[in-house]
């Protein structure tokens, strides 16, 4: 195998979105009195927080709930405010189905930690056979280490092939392949590339991408979470509108702080006050000499 076939970069794939049955929505609106509602939101899995935040406190119109005089209207304003206002669970009924491709089992070891609103599902080591021992292509390999990561794989490859002979492995049948696959998988490297599916909703995302993206974050799982974090803020704007890319490649959330956002701004009057007066006494002082 070719140093350029041994290492390589992981992959994201999005298979699956949130769908909306328009009907049933509609049924259910006419139900409530709320026929004449609708949302500017640009896919379904920006307009089910909405939906749901709505349906709380039944805030589709003026008039449904007594207790409410006012709504908010349009789907960016809706779920800023419900960022804002820390309202996540609306948020866990949408859900993204992500497939990562070539990634470590440093990777996955990593990525099942997260269990709450998550599905998972992994490549079995048990059934799929072992043909070669990619790596990930970490910036920090140097030429040398790369041959030598190369040799070690290249090595265990050979006794993966010695050993599948001296089981007669492709003459078993399956019940006798998957045992033989399972006992061979035991010398593999920790390392060895392989896919898992994985299934997460928006607001385990906002937990998780914040998390995994830090300059403290393993290298491989930083880089898969950068790509996740472009995704979504790309196809769900409104719902990531609040989570930024630092000069670090950090995805943060920026929580709003009115207290905080005041104190900026009286520091930077008081900084451009000074700077006018620092500007008219050294004028004052060029006109004295």
Same mark, same amino acid.
């Given at each position: 195998m070719t140093?350029?076939?041994?290492?390589?970069k992981p992959q994201v794939f999005i298979i699956g979105m949130p769908v909306?049955?328009?009907i049933e929505l509609y049924k259910y609106l006419t139900a409530?009195?709320?026929q004449g509602w609708s949302s500017d939101a640009s896919n379904a899995g920006q307009l089910l927080p909405e939906i749901y935040g709505r349906l709380c406190y039944r805030s589709f119109g003026v008039g449904l709930n007594k207790n409410v005089t006012k709504v908010r209207e349009g789907n960016e304003a809706y779920l800023a405010n419900i960022n804002k206002s820390g309202h996540g669970a609306v948020l866990e009924h949408s859900n993204v189905n992500f497939i990562f491709h070539d990634v470590s089992r440093v990777f996955t070891h990593e990525l099942v930690r997260h269990r709450v609103g998550v599905a998972i599902s992994q490549e079995s080591m048990r059934y799929v056979r072992l043909d070669d021992f990619k790596q990930y292509d970490d910036s920090l390999l140097t030429t040398p280490a790369k041959s030598m990561f190369d040799m070690a794989c290249g090595y265990l490859e050979?006794? &993966?092939?010695? !050993?599948?002979?001296?089981?007669?492995?492709?003459?078993?049948?399956?019940?006798?392949?998957?045992? &033989?696959?399972? !006992?061979?998988?035991r010398i593999?490297?920790?390392?060895?590339?392989?896919?898992i599916g994985w299934t997460a909703n928006f607001h385990t995302l906002r937990h998780v991408i914040p998390l995994r993206t830090s300059v403290h974050a393993e290298t491989e799982i930083r880089e898969v979470f950068d790509e996740v974090a472009h995704k979504m803020t790309l196809l769900f704007?409104?719902?990531?509108?609040d989570m930024k890319r630092?000069?670090?490649g950090e995805w943060k959330i920026e929580y709003p702080d009115p207290e905080k956002d005041a104190l900026k701004k009286r520091v930077d009057e008081l900084v451009a006050e000074r700077s006018w007066l620092a500007e008219a006494l050294d004028k004052a002082r060029g006109g004295d000499t």
């Open positions: 140093q350029e076939h041994r290492f390589r909306v049955n328009y409530i009195g709320a050979n006794m &993966i092939q010695e !050993l599948e002979s001296s089981y007669d492995v492709d003459n078993q049948k399956f019940s006798i392949k998957k045992k &033989i696959t399972s !006992l061979l998988r593999a490297p920790c390392g060895i590339l392989t896919t704007p409104n719902a990531f509108s630092n000069d670090d």
